[in-house]
């Protein structure tokens, strides 16, 4: 057996302690590589995440506009229909208004128009349509009113209501027919 010298031994300690740093180097480095790796696809993920989150919102958001949207154009398709079936059913309003006035010997004729009247009255009460207020005597209102004809009344101011030849109606305000008046200058 040969015997080792002490120099050899201590060289041989401090090239295995050199070695062991080496890896332990390594090794940092190593683990420092794989958390900016794992950093870096963290990232990544986070950005793709952000960029579907933004997708959703925004999907979202059109989707609830595209709701008001066609709930609104819904409801204003139905008020228009509500008007025009009330602007077809007029002329028959005032054909049975006018049978109502007719003087006639048969009460019960008589009496079944008047129903009819109210049947229609009540329809349009239903239907939320309101007649246009127009009186002798109430100031003239060109958007609610149709001035036909200008009569001299003395007993009137200008721009006021003489007459009224034809009932005026609205629904919620929109108005479906003028009514048509004679205007006191």
């Known amino acids: 057996m040969t015997k080792k010298k002490p120099a050899d031994d201590a060289a041989l300690e401090n090239s295995a302690a050199t070695g062991a740093a080496q890896q332990d180097t390594e090794a940092e480095n190593a683990a420092e590589a794989a958390v900016e790796s794992a950093q870096e696809a963290l990232d990544k993920l986070k950005g793709e995440f952000d960029e579907l989150k933004d997708q959703y919102l925004r999907l979202a958001a059109e989707y609830d506009n595209y709701r008001k949207r066609t709930a609104k154009e819904r409801e204003q398709l139905y008020s228009l229909a509500k008007a025009s079936t009330v602007e077809a059913l007029l002329p028959v309003?005032?054909?049975?208004?006018?049978?109502v006035?007719?003087?006639?010997?048969?009460?019960?004729?008589?009496?079944?128009v008047a129903m009819i009247a109210r049947q229609l009255d009540d329809v349009f009460a239903k239907l939320g349509v309101t007649e246009i207020p127009a009186a002798r005597g109430?100031?003239?209102?060109?958007?609610?009113?149709?001035?036909?004809?200008?009569?001299?009344?003395e007993t009137l101011d200008a721009n006021r209501i003489a007459g009224v030849f034809q009932k005026g109606f609205s629904i919620e305000g929109k108005v479906i027919r003028h009514a048509v008046v004679q205007v006191a200058n």
């Open 138 to 153: 109430d100031e003239f209102d060109p958007e609610l009113h149709n001035a036909v004809m200008h009569t001299e009344d």
């Open 101 to 112: 006035k007719q003087e006639t010997k048969d009460e019960q004729y008589k009496q079944g």
């Open 93 to 99: 309003y005032d054909n049975v208004e006018l049978a």
